[in-house]
């Protein structure tokens, strides 16, 4: 029997906040995963990388601090060592979860860089917070290199970065090409690696891409029949966290519209996976997405918890 094709998308309950909690988060997150797989699906993997390319940013510029012999790395390299990093747990604790149940589908990470546009508006009000706080001065510093800090009174200086959309995904054929030979892909990790095209050559931006704007585009490049986003919560809410709070089994992307409008979805949370999923729907209109969290993957593509989003 053909297998349906899963995008699948990680969110941060998936992988921890730390080095450890990743080493252990990873080890149940490829149980559901090969769930999914004996289920009948062909899975397509990507993942957030919020704490990591973080903590990779943090170490980095501590390093050139105490050691100015240390050139200062720039986001679209963290973002490349967050995907390598993370890539390696998932790939290895899912190839060892195969294994123990018999299953001998390949597990690779494709390296995913994306392009996004220069003029992108984003760049210009840029929103993503990371790395370490800094002083004054360091901030000024900052600031002379033309880059966007943010002041947290009390705390210090953070510096932000800007979350354009993903235009195109520059290794897509090498995950098509993967994905329809039945392997288990994790690509464009994290949202992918910012580049922008000049001519023949991609550079990278100083920016992030948000992993579940890339999650819906991965999907519907890829003509997937499922996407599958598992977050923090079982399923979609009205009035999510109030009394009135109530869960929302299936909707379409006219009732999603209408729940946008009404403010239900909070910004940095649900609503970028219900923009995803619109995304996905109004290029494969015969596709659905699910959305719930790690625990009920299997059970909610049964059909019997989640929410389901069709067009």
Not at 61 to 82: F, G, H, I, K, Q
Request: hydrophobic share 40%; net charge neutral; proline share 4%.
């Amino acid at each position: 029997m053909k297998k349906k094709k899963a995008v699948v998308s990680l969110g941060h309950d998936a992988l921890g906040y730390t080095t450890t909690e990743q080493w252990d988060a990873v080890k149940k997150t490829a149980k559901a995963l090969a769930d999914l797989e004996q289920a009948g699906y062909q899975l397509t993997i990507t993942h957030s990388n919020g704490p990591q390319v973080s903590m990779i940013h943090k170490a980095m510029t501590e390093l050139r601090r105490v050691n100015p012999d240390y050139t200062p790395v720039p986001m679209c390299v963290c973002s490349a060592m967050s995907q390598g990093y993370v890539g390696y747990d998932i790939q290895n604790s899912l190839r060892s979860e195969f294994l123990s149940r018999g299953i001998s589908t390949p597990v690779s990470t494709v390296l995913t860089m994306v392009t996004v546009d220069p003029y992108d508006e984003a760049f210009y009000e840029p929103d993503k917070i990371i790395g370490r706080y800094m002083t004054k001065e360091e901030a000024d510093a900052e600031i002379q290199k033309g880059n966007y800090v943010m002041e947290t009174p009390g705390k210090g200086f953070r510096r932000i970065v800007a979350a354009p959309k993903p235009h195109d995904i520059v290794e897509i054929d090498t995950i098509r090409t993967l994905a329809e030979a039945g392997q288990t892909v994790i690509a464009c990790g994290g949202g992918g690696i910012p580049v922008i095209e000049q001519q023949h050559i991609l550079k990278g931006a100083s920016a992030v891409i948000e992993k579940d704007a890339i999650a819906g585009k991965l999907a519907a490049d890829l003509k997937a029949d499922l996407l599958i986003i598992l977050t923090g919560v079982e399923q979609v809410y009205r009035d999510f966290g109030k009394e009135t709070q109530n869960g929302i089994s299936a909707m379409t992307t006219a009732q999603a519209q209408s729940y946008i409008a009404e403010g239900q979805f909070g910004k940095g949370s649900m609503l970028p996976k219900i923009e995803a999923a619109i995304a996905y729907l109004d290029t494969i209109p015969e596709g659905k997405v699910l959305i719930t969290s790690i625990a009920h993957a299997l059970e909610a593509a049964k059909g019997k918890t989640g929410t389901v989003i069709t067009k």
